[in-house]
Each structure stands twice: as C-alpha cells, then as structure tokens.
C-alpha cells in the first residue's frame, strides 16, 4: 500500500459519513493534492469551493439527520448556525471552527473570480497553498473528528496525508513502478520509500519494486543508511523508511522528480 489508499480512506469514514458524500470528499481532495504537486494552480480555487461544498454537506447531514445530495453551501451553514433548531452534533465550538474555515474556502472561490472570469485575476501558487492548507486542515480535522476507530490509526493516516503525492509512481495490479528514466539509484530508492509511507518496505520488496540491480540496492542503501546520510532507517522488523532527513531532501532537492516527466 501507498501513503494512503482511496478504498481505506473511505471505508474508515461511512459509516459515520454517508457512502457517496465521503468518495466525493476523499476524491476531491485526492485531485487537489495532485494537482498542486503538479503545480496546476489554476482550478485550485474552484476544487477548493468543490471540495466546501462537499463538507458543508457532511455536516448538514450528521447534524440534521437529513440527507440531501444538492444542499447548496450556504443553506447547510445556515442550518449549522442556526441556534433555533436541535443540533445532533453537540460540540458547538468544533462546529464553527469547520464553518469558518470552509467559508473561507468557499468565499475565496467567488471573490477572487475563479467561477466568473475575471480580467483581473491571475491563478498563482500563493492562492493555491492558501486553499491547499485550508483544505488539508479540514479533511484531517474531519478525520480527528468523525473517525471511529483505532486512534493510533487515524494520527499515522492524518501524518501521511501530510506528505507530498507521488505522481511518478504507478501501481498496476500488485507492481509498483517508479516511472522516471532520469534517476540516479539513491534518488529512485528515496522516491519509493516515500511512497511506501511509516510501513516503508524491505530489501526483497525494495529489490522488486525498483529497476535496480541487487548489487546497486545493497550498495545505495547502505549509503542511505550511513552516517554521513542517515536519511533511510531500517527498523525492527527489517523494513526500510525515510528519517526526517530523508523527507526533508524529498521537499527540498527531489520534489520535482516525484512529477511524470
């Protein structure tokens, strides 16, 4: 498994979420990670009001007990808000905190002319990390949140979705593919060990999933590991995974190579 798997996702949130609303969600949110990584900030802004609309749904739901699959945004706000009418969800406080979030979300789509077009308006990596981070700390919250089970599972789950998508890796049926020809080995091992997330993998899972000869494994782990490196770990049950060296040379010096070429 990746970082995260849309099925898991799903699964561990509908219950309590309703089945269409939560694919819906973790679709949306999956689609704006991946396009901010491929640096498309254009539709960030109209995803963003997507992906509030979407939420505002949720909640309506959860609070009401009423199902309604084209609540429009401001309706369920309203509902939410609305002090005259018997809350299901009784922590008020946590509730406006996902209101005012989700309409900053919502109102930014509008203000800034990424529905009408607008002359004036210029899509920009400073407007897609706004909605990004706004967008990232709902979804996560949502977990926290409305996750029922283990809680171990939902902090290790909400610490993956923290890092970088990583588009240049494919999986067909039980392969996983680094799909890059530009790579030196040590980039291309860090590349999987990214994506193979706080279970990592092994030297025989390592060996299988890369294009690597087993003597350049061996060797470009072992460089990874040393102590000048320290960037790879191997823990207890044989598995490597990267330190927090090794995701810091992902963010800063690979994060373009986790694009397709």
Known sequence: MGLIERSFLISNISPPFDNLLATQMV????AMERRFIQRDWEPASLDGGQFAEIAGRILYHLDSNNLNYKKEFKECISYLENQQVTHILRDRKEIGHFIKVLQAIYK????????????SYT???????????SVRWCFNEFLRVFWNGDRE????????????????????GEIILIQRTDL???????????????VGYNRSQIG?????SAPSVTTNLQKLVSAKYRQ?????????????????????ELADKLLLQ
Request: net charge negative; charged share 25%.
């Open 27 to 30: 679709d949306e949110f999956i």
């Open 108 to 119: 930014f789509r509008s203000e800034r002319g990424a529905v009408h077009i607008s002359v």
């Open 123 to 133: 899509p920009n990596h400073m407007d897609a990390k706004f909605l990004i981070e």
């Open 153 to 172: 599972e939902v902090a290790k789950t909400i610490r993956e979705l923290l890092q970088f998508d990583v588009p240049c890796v494919g999986v067909y």
């Open 184 to 198: 030196k080995p040590e980039e291309e091992l860090l590349l999987l060990l990214h994506y193979g997330g706080e």
């Open 208 to 212: 299988k999933n890369t294009m690597l």
């Open 232 to 252: 790879i770990i191997q823990m207890s049950n044989g598995n490597f995974v990267l330190t927090d060296l090794g995701h810091r040379r992902i963010r800063t």
